[in-house]
């Protein structure tokens, strides 16, 4: 317990201000993202008709690939393990931003550096996901003929009501953020935890596929363009902290700043 007061004395020491303008800044870079994400809602395509007729598309897309099984899964479950399907709705809610967050803090108090690397990788990766929540409504399984919504169905119906519908993007589905911030914690579990349990880390996105899918709240590609999301988030953070690429940034710069500088002085 001591050496845990000493690390959090250390990161909030009492008499310095820069610390303190360090954490005001970082609170005020998530506030930003989740208003930039509140803004974007309904920006481009107002109403749900687009958001279902995407859905639509993914249906039948997912169909022609073999893979539209989402259906068949949530009714099985229901049908012969009732009990499971409560386990993964709260599953669904608990482990993703209760632990997200979690994480997020403890790297935040005692190891910055890599903090910072994966904040910059889930901080990227949610940017291009806003880029396609805004041009590419889809609305979840469970608001389709297809599926039900199993929270609202078996509890807890308070998490997705009309009520909670104000703070958050209701035709959101795609990518799926449960699943690829998962994957990207997962990889973390495993990078820098040690001993043989940090490959329990990998069951993590296993079972958030699994609650996602079964409680109707997001459909297979969505998954998988989140991953793929993950991934290019992933490289271009490597492309821009090559030499090249530093290069390429630094003579764009260079060939802004004279004609900023004319256009001044004219």
Not at 147 to 167: F, H, N, R
Not at 233 to 247: D, E, F, G, K, Q
Request: glycine residues 6%.
């Amino acid at each position: 317990m001591a050496s845990i007061v000493f690390r959090i004395a250390r990161v909030f020491p009492s008499p310095g201000r820069s610390h303190w303008h360090s954490h005001a800044r970082e609170l005020a870079l998530y506030l930003g993202l989740y208003f930039l994400y509140l803004l974007l809602r309904g920006l481009v395509f107002d109403g749900s008709e687009t958001a279902l007729s995407n859905a639509g598309t993914i249906i039948a897309l997912e169909s022609s690939l073999g893979i539209f099984v989402e259906p068949d899964l949530q009714e099985l479950a229901l049908a012969h393990a009732q009990p499971l399907v409560v386990i993964l709705n709260w599953t669904y809610i608990v482990t993703y931003w209760p632990v997200i967050l979690g994480v997020a803090l403890a790297l935040y108090l005692t190891r910055r550096t890599t903090y910072l690397r994966y904040r910059n990788l889930i901080v990227l990766q949610l940017v291009l996901s806003l880029v396609v929540f805004t041009l590419f409504p889809l609305a979840p399984p469970f608001k389709t003929v297809y599926m039900l919504d199993t929270i609202q169905l078996l509890g807890p119906a308070l998490y997705g009501s009309d009520a909670m519908s104000v703070l958050y993007n209701t035709n959101a589905a795609m990518p799926s953020l449960h699943f690829s911030w998962t994957c990207i914690l997962a990889w973390l579990f495993v990078k820098e935890l040690r001993g043989w349990y940090r490959y329990l880390g990998i069951a993590y996105p296993g079972l958030t596929l699994v609650a996602i899918v079964v409680t109707g709240n997001h459909f297979l590609l969505d998954a998988v363009v989140g991953l793929a999301l993950v991934a290019a988030a992933y490289w271009t953070l490597l492309a821009v902290r090559h030499p090249w690429c530093r290069r390429l940034i630094s003579n764009l710069l260079a060939q802004v700043r004279p004609r900023e500088k004319t256009g001044t002085e004219s």
